[in-house]
């Protein structure tokens, strides 16, 4: 039996560092898999909580609040906790959403 596909508002965790994301935009079509540092993202509710920080205290490659999108633009993940690992969708590794310009005020 496969895992079902991901949805809007499905929170994912990493098993690799403490990342977990929201899903907050997904294609009609399914979404493939989104991983973390290498590893498979699993839903936040079957962890028994986030593993511990890497030892070295390396810099955080997620950062919380920050949006990730895939390559196409179709995939948007929230960053709700911060992690080592670089999100990924189908082996792509995922980009930082830029922010959308205000308008000018003249």
């Not at 979404?31 to 079957?46: F, K, N």
């Not at 390396?58 to 196409?72: F, N, S």
Request: one cysteine or more; a neutral charge.
């Amino acid at each position: 039996m496969t895992a079902p596909a991901p949805r809007i508002g499905d929170q994912l965790a990493s098993t690799a560092c403490g990342t977990r994301v929201i899903i907050v935009r997904a294609p009609a079509g399914g979404v493939p898999e989104i991983s973390c540092g290498g590893s498979p993202m699993v839903p936040a509710s079957s962890t028994g909580g986030a593993p511990p920080p890497p030892p070295g205290g390396g810099e955080a490659a997620t950062l919380i609040g920050k949006r990730y999108v895939d390559a196409t633009g179709t995939l948007e993940l929230l960053c709700t906790s911060s992690g080592a690992g670089e999100l990924s969708c189908g082996g792509v590794p995922m980009t930082l959403k830029a922010a959308k310009p205000l308008p000018a005020s003249d």
